[in-house]
């Protein structure tokens, strides 16, 4: 096992580079940059826009030609190589790419450009946020779906497994962020009852409260949020709970099980139940840097949660380039590292599983 995760280790150096290389490229094919949203600032705020590009700034990321652009009308050419220079595109592109992947591997992201701070202070400063909407998302669906859906599939065709795939392809049909919608009107001061706040994960006078008064407080602001996303992301883990043990009821060990007499718990926990957990664990990964990044983002809008991603769409909206690649570099290598932990579970619910003779 040590070796094939050695070989999958180093196979996440070049797959990492060609998931940059390909964001690189269709962002510097994009239209706009940093640069340009940055004249735009000068030719209608220049007071402000002028104090920031004074700051030190960072070179990453990619841009367009901007002398011949809508933004450019009306700046001096001096002017606009000063801005190119200062943000660093006056470099060629392979050459910017090159130095960000150099500063990358040293975990220097740099710093945002229209923000003032590096970006793994922002990272940071966002993280608790989504990592809350992450965590307590990922572990009720998870305690919710794979009941269900073993329930499901032990009494298939039942009245019960009727009536909850009912409320399944509800889930499943409907987004979170209408079920965030939903919740809002009817329990955060909406049309009917007020009773649970609408901004942030603590109330403003967090500090002032009890350990056990800043518990309940933490709770009472994130339970509507969490609830929206448990709602719109446990159906499909709850079908393919449901699926994978059927499959593994009708096979024929599962019968020879049976007919020498091992009760039902017996034959579902101590043989169905490890081969088809193994489907499910293999989504764990992908299902968790999902949550943790992308999943929540309108759920953070809704619920003014600043998380991360929040910070990566406004990140892509402003141009942000430090933020965007330094964002996608650190997820990317979190999704390929939790692939590797998802191989390595494998093994630990099933040990005949053996990795060391697969070829690559």
Excluded: C
Aim: charged share 20%; no cysteine; proline share 4%.
């Amino acid at each position: 096992m040590f070796a094939y995760i050695v070989r999958r280790l180093l196979l996440v150096i070049p797959t990492l580079f060609g998931i940059m290389v390909l964001n690189f490229v269709i962002v510097q094919a994009a239209p706009g940059g940093p640069v340009e949203q940055l004249m735009a600032q000068l030719k209608g705020t220049a007071t402000s826009a002028t104090a920031r590009v004074s700051g030190p700034q960072s070179d990453l990321g990619g841009s367009q030609g901007v002398e011949g652009s809508r933004g450019s009308r009306g700046l001096e050419p001096e002017l606009i190589a000063d801005l190119e220079a200062q943000f660093g595109f006056d470099k060629p592109p392979v050459e910017r790419f090159f130095k960000m992947m150099g500063d990358y591997l040293r975990f220097d992201f740099g710093e945002s450009f229209f923000r003032d701070r590096e970006v793994v202070d922002l990272v940071i400063d966002k993280m608790p946020v989504s990592i809350s909407l992450g965590l307590w998302t990922t572990l009720l669906v998870y305690l919710i779906s794979i009941p269900l859906g073993i329930k499901k599939a032990l009494k298939d065709g039942s009245r019960f497994d009727i009536w909850t795939s009912g409320v399944v392809i509800v889930g499943y049909a409907i987004p979170g962020f209408l079920f965030a919608i939903l919740l809002i009107v009817l329990f955060a001061g909406g049309s009917f009852v007020d009773l649970f706040p609408l901004r942030g994960l603590t109330s403003d006078n967090h500090d002032e409260l009890s350990a056990v008064g800043k518990v309940l407080d933490y709770l009472w602001h994130i339970t509507l949020p969490v609830t929206a996303m448990v709602i719109g992301g446990f159906a499909s883990l709850t079908m393919l709970t449901k699926n994978s043990f059927l499959d593994e009821i009708n096979k024929q060990y599962v019968l020879t099980a049976r007919a020498k007499g091992l009760t039902d718990n017996r034959v579902l926990y101590g043989h169905v139940f490890r081969n088809a957990m193994l489907i499910v664990v293999a989504g764990f990964p992908s299902a968790f840097v999902s949550v943790l990044f992308t999943g929540s983002l309108l759920i953070e809008v809704i619920f003014s949660l600043d998380g991360l991603g929040l910070l990566g769409f406004e990140a892509a909206i402003n141009r942000d380039y430090p933020v965007m690649f330094g964002t996608l570099f650190f997820f990317t290598l979190l999704g390929l590292i939790l692939n590797i932990v998802g191989d390595v579970m494998y093994t630990v619910i099933d040990p005949r599983i053996d990795f060391e003779r697969r070829s690559f």
